[in-house]
T-cell receptor
Framework: QKEVEQDPGPLSVPEGAIVSLNCTYSNSAFQYFMWYRQYSRKGPELLMYTYSSGNKEDGRFTAQVDKSSKYISLFIRDSQPSDSATYLCAMRRGGATNKLIFGTGTLLAVQP | SQTIHQWPATLVQPVGSPLSLECTVEGTSNPNLYWYRQAAGRGLQLLFYSVGIGQISSEVPQNLSASRPQDRQFILSSKKLLLSDSGFYLC?????????????FGQGTRLTVV
């Protein structure tokens, strides 16, 4: 079993839709949770960062962490064609090495 | 502000040839440095990470090696490339410890071994 599971998609939605992206994980020691956005042939860029459980909102993006269920989500409201990208979840335990464990990424296409 | 430089952007190399990819970070001191490889549909695989000069940890056995000759310089190398070394290589940095330790990535090198 992989430490982090993520549906690879592709996920296709119409412009303006609410998008829900999810990851599950098996290691209860994970404390830090991140979402990265990666455009084709580019490096991933950090989108959202959450410590422990709870919600965090930034503009059209909301990140949720449910540690009891080992489940994290990213919601995108009013999706735009420019949101079309691969979204990767990542997480790590506490400690100095900060090794991030990534999901495989979900390819999102927002149709105009 | 911090920036990370990674080059070259694309590289085509014959099987058996050597490899050297370089990554440098500006605007921070003593970062954690990472090399990842991304294959289609397989997410990011951590290859090496370093917490300081000369300190390299390898995550998976492979045909590659890494070195950190300076605080903000990280090099990925191979003596003889294999076809299976093709992929998208990403360098990343983060700060040591604490809560604000998310990783920041370079723009990647697409390596094709032919």
């Amino acid at each position: 079993q992989k430490e982090v599971e993520q549906d690879p998609g592709p996920l296709s939605v119409p412009e303006g839709a609410i998008v829900s992206l999810n990851c599950t994980y098996s290691n209860s020691a994970f404390q830090y949770f991140m979402w990265y956005r990666q455009y084709s042939r580019k490096g991933p860029e950090l989108l959202m960062y959450t410590y422990s459980s709870g919600n965090k909102e930034d503009g059209r993006f909301t990140a949720q962490v449910d540690k009891s269920s080992k489940y994290i989500s990213l919601f995108i409201r009013d999706s735009q064609p420019s949101d079309s990208a691969t979204y990767l979840c990542a997480m790590r335990r506490g400690g100095a090495t900060n090794k991030l464990i990534f999901g495989t990424g979900t390819l999102l296409a927002v149709q105009p | 502000s911090q920036t990370i430089h990674q080059w070259p952007a694309t590289l085509v190399q014959p099987v058996g040839s050597p490899l050297s990819l370089e990554c440098t970070v500006e605007g921070t001191s003593n970062p954690n440095l990472y090399w990842y490889r991304q294959a289609a549909g397989r997410g990011l695989q951590l290859l090496f990470y370093s917490v300081g000069i000369g300190q390299i940890s390898s995550e998976v056995p492979q045909n590659l090696s890494a070195s950190r000759p300076q605080d903000r310089q990280f090099i990925l190398s191979s003596k003889k490339l294999l076809l299976s070394d093709s992929g998208f290589y990403l360098c990343a940095w983060s700060l040591l410890g604490g809560k604000n330790t998310e990783a920041f990535f370079g723009q990647g090198t697409r390596l094709t071994v032919v």
